[in-house]
């Protein structure tokens, strides 16, 4: 068990850098506004930070994993190899993930999966057959887009707003297109059938973007014609910059993301170690301070934001409150 308490009085947190910005907000309105020292919050992404959390129970470890997607069973299995047995599971709202580019640039202005998938997948459907991707510019891919060269800003495999972009636009886009079905009827099994759909191609005209936003935002502030993948509350944050599009019709918005009709959108998360609750001074203080209705609520700072509020946020309060733990 964790030994003497006081060599740590500080709660860590470490994770997603979509949470990051959110948990930097709790934490120093925490610290301002309780007795005990302000966290220490760090990012590194949502793998990394989960990584981090299941390493073992002690000081030495960190406290609370924030993550812009849920905990998996491999990572629920390597904490408990490790001692992690006792995870609370808190989700403190939603985000979006938005299609932006230069606000005066190429008319981006709507999107479907369908084009995504057929401008950045290694191998596409076309006149029935799969072929290396022949596309070098949108219009390319579809009459109603810009006639420029594709030039896509996405998120790096260690992000969680990665998996969100697969799942939602890449495998929703190959499965639409019609590729996925060509694909297994080729013989490929259904695993690997989508596999390849969440491919993307090497040849530059896609790229992953390991850092955060701010990198992507400086890629598209360097390239007129390229197309970003960010969250909303970044997207918000900086409409003097970029534009938005729409993804199969629907417009991102707080509401449309709320509400679920917005295609692309997910739960963000942060998990703590119910080992240190009573340990580490402050960190079920925390947890309770960070989804209070003041904080993560519609009115609160975390909303104004771009954080979406979420609905069920007096379940999440019970939980901690009970301090009730992952089955």
């Excluded at 905990?71 to 709202?93: F, L």
């Excluded at 084009?115 to 109603?144: C, F, M, R, T």
């Excluded at 003041?294 to 934001?305: D, K, R, T, V």
């Amino acid at each position: 068990m964790v030994g003497a308490a006081q060599a740590r009085d500080q709660v860590q947190v470490a994770g997603s850098s979509t949470v990051l910005p959110y948990a930097s907000i709790v934490a120093e309105v925490f610290g301002e506004n309780t007795d005990f020292p302000t966290p220490v919050v760090e990012s590194g992404g949502s793998s990394a930070g989960l990584k981090r959390f299941c390493e073992g129970v002690g000081e030495n470890t960190i406290d609370v994993a924030n993550a812009s997607r849920a905990i998996r069973e491999k990572e629920i299995k390597a904490c408990a190899e490790n001692g992690v047995t006792d995870i609370i599971e808190v989700r403190i709202g939603y985000d979006g993930i938005v299609f932006a580019s230069q606000k005066d640039g190429p008319d981006f202005t709507a999107f479907t999966p369908v084009q995504w998938h057929n401008a950045l997948a290694p191998k596409v459907l076309v006149d029935g057959a799969i072929v290396d991707n022949p596309y070098n510019k949108w219009s390319e891919v579809d009459s109603s887009l810009p006639d420029v060269e594709i030039a896509a800003f996405i998120p790096g495999t260690k992000h969680g707003t990665r998996e969100v972009f697969e799942e939602k636009v890449l495998l929703v886009g190959c499965e639409e297109s019609g590729a996925m079905k060509a694909m297994m009827d080729g013989g490929m099994s259904e695993d690997d059938a989508e596999d390849a759909c969440l491919a993307v191609r090497t040849d530059g005209k896609s790229v992953d973007i390991d850092g955060d936003y701010t990198e992507t935002l400086a890629r598209i502030d360097s390239n007129p014609n390229g197309v970003g993948v960010f969250g909303l509350a970044f997207y918000e944050n900086n409409t003097d910059k970029l534009k938005v599009a729409t993804m199969t019709g629907i417009a991102p918005s707080t509401e449309t993301i709320a509400s679920g009709e917005y295609p692309v959108s997910r739960p963000l998360f942060f998990y703590v170690k119910k080992a240190h609750i009573g340990v580490i001074p402050g960190l079920k203080e925390y947890a309770q301070f960070f989804v209070a209705d003041e904080i993560a609520g519609p009115q609160g700072p975390l909303a104004q934001y771009g954080l979406v509020s979420d609905p069920e946020l007096a379940a999440t309060q019970a939980k901690i409150e009970a301090e009730d733990t992952m089955k």
